[in-house]
Each structure stands twice: as C-alpha cells, then as structure tokens.
C-alpha cells in the first residue's frame, strides 16, 4: 500500500515537472510618441517612418531572477544566444528609459564576473557590461544557472519597453557548459522535451512561446509538422545559429534555385522578413507585372507599398526536411502586407547581407508558420498556424489609429535588434 502510494506519488512529481509549459507574449505597446507627424505631407513616407521607427514590435513575455524570483519582461529573440538585463549602475540605462534594473547580489544567487562583454545595434545602438552567473526560471519551471550580460552602459536604446533580451540561440557562449536556457531546463528535468516553439498571433496578446513542447491546438493541420536540420557549423558559440538551408524560392511561375550555401533563420527578433537581394529584385520586378507597386524610399533601402485590398500571389520557400522530402511554405500576401494606417507595405526586404545567411524571416513569416526549435536533434520544424490575418482588429475610423495601428503590424523591430542578426553575420 505505502508503495503504491509512492509510486503514484514519483508518477505524479514526475508528470508535474516535465508538462510543457506555455508563456503568454505580447506585442509591446507602443509609448505614446508624439504623432506629430501631420506636418509631413506624404502619408507613405509617414506609414514607413512609423514602420521602421517606432520599431515597437517585440514579442516578449516573464522570467524570473535569481533567489528573490524578481519579474522581468524580456523580448524572447530565436536570432541571437545572450540574455541581457540593466544593472542598477546604469545611468544610461535609466535615461533610456528602462525601469527595472537587476541587482546581482551574493544573497539573490548572482555572481558576478570580470568578462566583458557586448552587443552591438545597427544605428549605433549598443549594450555593454559583464557577464553573470544567476538562477533563472520560467512559469514556475527551473530554477537553472544561466549566463546574464548585465548591461551598465545603454547607447541609443530609447524607446525598447522591454527590460531586456533573451536569446534563445543553439548555445550559449557564455554559460559554462555553452548549454542554452530551454536546453538547460530539460537537462535538468522541468520540460518534456528539449525544444521550444513560437506561435504569433495577430492579435496583441494571443501569441505564445512554448518551452518544452508545441501547442498543436495552434496547427491548422497538426499531422503535418515538417523538421528541417540544423546546418552545424562544428562551433559551440555564437556563431551557431538555427541556420536551414533554402532550396529555393518561387513566385508565379518563377523560381529561383538555391544551393545548400544558401541557409536562412526564422528570427523571432525580426519584425519584417528579409531575402537575398538578387531574389528580392526578382520578385519585385515579377510582382511588377501583376500589380501596381509604389516606391517609397526609406534611407538606403526602398519599400513597396499597394493599394490596399490587393491580393498578390504567394512567395513560396522551399526546404528539404530530415527526411529528404521537399517541403513548401507559402506565405500569402496577407500575411506579407502590411497595413499601416492604410497604407500597404509590402512587409519583406531585400538583403544585402552577404554571407551563408542569406534569408531572414521574421515575424512576417512567423505568424503564417508556427516554429519549433529542437535542440535533442538539432533541427527546426515549420508547421501551418491558424493565425488568421482576416481576425486581426481593424481600426481605420478610429481617431487613436496611429498608436493602435503600431500595435497591430508586424512593424520592424527596434531597428538595432535586426541588426544583431545583421552584424553577428558579418562577423
Ligand atoms: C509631445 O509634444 C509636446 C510639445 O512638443 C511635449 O510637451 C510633450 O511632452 C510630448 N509628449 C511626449 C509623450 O513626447
Ligand atoms: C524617424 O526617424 C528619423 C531619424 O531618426 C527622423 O528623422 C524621422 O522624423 C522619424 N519619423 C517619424 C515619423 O517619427
Ligand atoms: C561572452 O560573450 C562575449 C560576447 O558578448 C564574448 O566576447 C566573450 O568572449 C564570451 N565568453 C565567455 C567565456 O563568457
Ligand atoms: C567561434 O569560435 C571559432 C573557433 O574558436 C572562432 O574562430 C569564431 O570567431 C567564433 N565566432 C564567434 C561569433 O564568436
Ligand atoms: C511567366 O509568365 C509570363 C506571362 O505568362 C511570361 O511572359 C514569362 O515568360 C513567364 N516566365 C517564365 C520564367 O516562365
């Protein structure tokens, strides 16, 4: 009988300590800014400005710090391996507007290190601090050692409303055994399986990270989950990414053909998808033939936009999965268009980037294709979401629009947060 009842009672600690556990993550709300922006003639050239400027749109959801278990919302970015948070010594920080500092102590299980360490944004942006050690845990799961850059300078980062970032990369560098956060977990028991998967919604609290499993309510189809590998670089650092290679990529009756030096991510961090510019210039130039595009330039690059209401035919990636079965993922215009205040902007790039990673897919592309990123067989799986572009709010009459409409689009991240992904590539 006390057998039995320790039996049933192991079964029990162990069915609680391995479930998957789901974070609920948010679009962030944009900061009241001051839409001033009516003495600007050209509502286009308004739409992209916002596009890129405010630069808002960041999925991001709790995790817990250390002994005192203090919240802390962070950004959670599939792009890039580090987890940082602002110290309390950090003027710069608190001018840039961030609120809640960690204060790494003996007593809260931090350790301080004397490693360097930074991150570095596109338009001068950047992050600059040491390394801790400290315990982390996510919805009551952990709590595990982890690597924390523990940021005391903050350059240009205004507007950012998270407290941080968490790069949820292959490895972590600057942990000691280079183990990731999500793989940590399951090496030590919390989580079923050691993956975690994104599911983004339209709306603005609707979209999960799932740490330890999918959530296959979100599949439109859940038989047909496809896993692609991982290309392995043989480094345990940074320069490891969940890197696929891209078979090619079509649109109408074209197609362009990759080589297996052609890989992409799909980047949580990204708001707006990316593609190697020569593909880019080609589909603009077919997209040209089926509907009228716009130019609106922007800096150095330039956006399309489209009357809105139009329909443009899908941009197709093809991958091979792990089972040498090709395997498409079309993206369909409503989920690559994006209605800024009604203007319509074509939500993908053209990138210039030359090195392997060629193809950068953002949270465009994320919210057609739920994503799973296994670490046990190093691989990353796409699967077709029931995020539904028709169910997002549409709040044309409504006088406040400006500030809703940023909230809605997958508009481009904190400009700097693509451009980790842009510069780690260079490196
Ligand atoms: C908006 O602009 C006004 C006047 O320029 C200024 O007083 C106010 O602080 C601004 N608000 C924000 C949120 O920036
Ligand atoms: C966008 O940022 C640029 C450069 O910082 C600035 O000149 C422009 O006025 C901004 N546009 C809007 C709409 O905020
Ligand atoms: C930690 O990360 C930084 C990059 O941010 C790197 O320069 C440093 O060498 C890393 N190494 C260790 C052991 O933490
Ligand atoms: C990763 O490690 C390799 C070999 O130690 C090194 O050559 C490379 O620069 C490192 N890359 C990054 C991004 O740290
Ligand atoms: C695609 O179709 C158009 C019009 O039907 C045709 O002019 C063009 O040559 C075709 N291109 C290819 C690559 O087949």
């Known amino acids: 009988m006390k057998q039995i009842g320790t039996f049933i009672l192991v079964l029990l600690a162990i069915n609680l300590a391995t479930s998957q556990i789901t974070i609920p993550i948010q679009k962030r709300i944009p900061q009241d800014t001051n839409e001033s922006n009516s003495?600007?003639?050209?509502?286009?050239?308004?739409?992209?400005?916002?596009?890129?400027?405010?630069?808002?749109?960041?999925?991001?959801?709790?995790?817990?710090?250390?002994?005192?278990?203090?919240?802390?919302?962070?950004?959670?970015?599939?792009?890039?391996?580090?987890?940082?948070l602002t110290s309390k010594n950090c003027p710069s920080c608190v001018k840039d507007g961030f609120k809640n500092s960690y204060d790494c102590s003996a007593q809260d299980g931090c350790t301080l290190t004397n490693i360097p360490a930074q991150v570095q944004y596109g338009g001068g942006a950047a992050v600059?601090?040491?390394?801790?050690?400290?315990?982390?845990?996510?919805?009551?799961?952990?709590?595990?050692?982890?690597?924390?850059?523990?940021?005391?300078?903050?350059?240009?980062?205004?507007?950012?409303?998270s407290d941080g970032?968490?790069?949820?990369?292959?490895?972590?560098?600057?942990?000691?055994?280079?183990?990731?956060?999500?793989?940590?977990?399951?090496?030590?028991?919390?989580?079923?399986?050691?993956?975690?998967?994104?599911?983004?919604?339209?709306?603005?609290s609707d979209s999960e990270l799932v740490i330890g499993g999918v959530d296959t309510s979100k599949l439109a189809n859940p038989s047909e989950i496809y896993y692609h590998p991982i290309i392995l670089n043989g480094q345990h650092n940074d320069s490891q990414r969940w890197r696929v290679a891209f078979k090619s990529v079509s649109f109408g009756n074209q197609s362009v053909t990759l080589t297996s030096q052609n890989t992409g991510i799909v980047d949580s961090g990204t708001t707006l998808a990316y593609i190697r510019n020569d593909v880019y210039k080609k589909w603009i130039s077919y997209l040209k033939t089926v509907a009228t595009l716009k130019a609106i330039p922007a800096g150095l690059s330039t956006f399309y936009s489209v009357k809105c209401g139009t329909t443009l035919p899908d941009l197709t990636f093809t991958l091979t999965d792990v089972n040498g079965v090709e395997r498409n993922y079309a993206l369909p215009s409503s989920f690559y268009i994006l209605n800024q205040d009604n203007t319509c902007i074509i939500g993908i790039q053209g990138n210039s980037v030359s090195s392997d990673i060629q193809f950068l897919l953002g949270d465009v592309f994320m919210r057609r294709f739920v994503s799973v990123f296994d670490y046990t067989n190093l691989q990353m799986g796409l699967s077709v979401s029931v995020a539904d572009p028709a169910t997002a709010p549409t709040l044309e009459s409504n006088k406040r629009s400006h500030h809703y409409a940023a909230l809605l689009l997958g508009l481009v991240a904190i400009s700097g947060l693509i451009f980790i992904t842009l510069r780690a590539l260079r490196k």
């Open 39 to 84: 003495f600007l003639e050209d509502q286009d050239q308004i739409a992209v400005d916002k596009l890129i400027n405010h630069s808002l749109q960041m999925y991001s959801g709790d995790i817990q710090l250390g002994n005192s278990k203090k919240t802390f919302t962070v950004d959670f970015d599939s792009g890039s391996n580090l987890l940082w």
């Open 165 to 204: 970032l968490m790069g949820l990369g292959v490895y972590d560098e600057n942990d000691t055994d280079k183990v990731a956060f999500v793989n940590k977990l399951f090496k030590q028991g919390f989580i079923p399986k050691s993956q975690f998967s994104f599911y983004l919604g339209f709306g603005q």
């Open 128 to 161: 600059k601090g040491h390394i801790a050690r400290v315990p982390i845990s996510i919805a009551g799961k952990g709590p595990v050692t982890e690597a924390l850059l523990l940021v005391e300078k903050s350059v240009n980062n205004k507007g950012l409303q």
